[in-house]
């Protein structure tokens, strides 16, 4: 590295900081998307109770995230700010970003592994549009139309109501009963 013998020894530390850290991490996102990665989740796998913090503060993939912006600032800002104090407090802010940044990025992944799938269960005290005429009570079933995590969908329904409910009729779903939905008439 004979292009760092000229410089200041704060710069010099920068770049010594900067070089092997942005290999490292080019490595390590490089692994991450191939599959190889090693096994490090960042996640709080104890079973404890979490809170708000899902993700563990002191982890090789934090350090590596806060020294890329904590060098790379110190680096590119070293001319323009002549106060060397406040371009390492300056450094130390985006490398904290960096980390935060880091956090939001995967929790927003994270959501993409929600257990969307369609359960039964879900749709007790939502409310349906009838799709085909319910008959009244124990005479047969019709089908409600109903939206359940974003999704909609045509289920059997029957009513223990004596009289039949229309097609195009709100009804709520107060119960089920061998995958049928029980409904009243709203």
Not at 111 to 136: G, R
Request: proline share 3%; aromatic share 12%.
């Amino acid at each position: 590295m004979n292009f760092l013998e000229n410089y200041e020894p704060l710069l010099k530390a920068f770049w010594y900081i900067a070089l092997p850290v942005s290999l490292f991490f080019g490595l390590q996102t490089i692994m991450t998307f191939v599959g190889l990665s090693s096994g490090e989740t960042d996640m709080d796998s104890d079973g404890g109770d979490g809170g708000d913090m899902p993700f563990e503060i002191f982890t090789l993939r934090n350090l590596i995230n806060f020294l890329l912006g904590f060098s790379w600032t110190g680096i590119s800002f070293y001319d323009s700010i002549a106060n060397k104090n406040v371009l390492i407090v300056i450094a130390v802010l985006v490398g904290l970003f960096f980390v935060a940044l880091f956090f939001f990025i995967i929790k927003q992944v994270l959501k993409l592994s929600e257990d969307n799938s369609f359960k039964i269960e879900n749709t007790i005290n939502k409310t349906a549009e009838v799709y085909l005429t319910i008959p009244e009570a124990k005479s047969g079933k019709g089908k409600v139309q109903i939206s359940v995590n974003g999704a909609f969908h045509e289920l059997d329904a029957i009513t223990l109501s004596d009289e039949k409910i229309p097609s195009n009729a709100p009804v709520k779903v107060v119960g089920i009963e061998n995958n049928l939905l029980i409904v009243e008439k709203i």
